[in-house]
């Protein structure tokens, strides 16, 4: 058989377009923001909001009320629903006091998505 002859191997792949990740990408965030919702319904007990007006505009201190114990509590569900990768006091680390009092349900999510997009190292889980 000479080369000619052969079969043709398979197509390249091919790089995925823009609009696809833009459709992943946001798809991944409603999902996340439904996830960080049921969370914060969690941490706040019978003192939650309805989980539809929770929104990624919504603010954890003046909206939501959340206290520092309400968000380590939140820190603690979000380690256990997403493992060690998504580090809540890390990111609120690099934070003014004025940052972490104006912080958004929309920045926590947008905090996690990027640390779930990390390629995770040798044996670690995805999730």
Same mark, same amino acid.
């Given at each position: ?11 390249? =792949?091919?790089?995925?377009? #823009? @609009? ?8 991944? %965030?409603?999902?996340?923001?439904? $996830? +960080? ?36 509590? =939140?820190?603690?569900?979000? #380690? @256990? ?8 006091? %890390?990111?609120?680390?690099?934070? $003014? +006091? ?30």
């Amino acid at each position: 058989m000479t080369t000619s002859e052969r079969p043709p191997g398979p197509a390249p =792949l091919a790089p995925p377009d #823009e @609009e696809t990740v833009t459709t992943e990408t946001r798809a991944l %965030e409603e999902t996340v923001l439904a $996830e +960080i919702v049921q969370l914060i319904v969690t941490v706040l007990g019978d003192y939650a909001p309805d989980p539809a007006e929770i929104r990624p505009d919504t603010l954890f201190g003046d909206d939501l009320e959340l206290e520092s114990i309400d968000l380590v509590m =939140l820190s603690g569900h979000l #380690e @256990e629903w997403y493992g060690e990768r998504v580090n809540f006091a %890390e990111f609120v680390a690099h934070l $003014e +006091i004025d940052e972490i009092i104006a912080l958004t349900v929309g920045q926590l999510v947008a905090h996690v998505v990027r640390c779930l997009g990390e390629t995770p190292g040798p044996g670690a889980a995805r999730w």
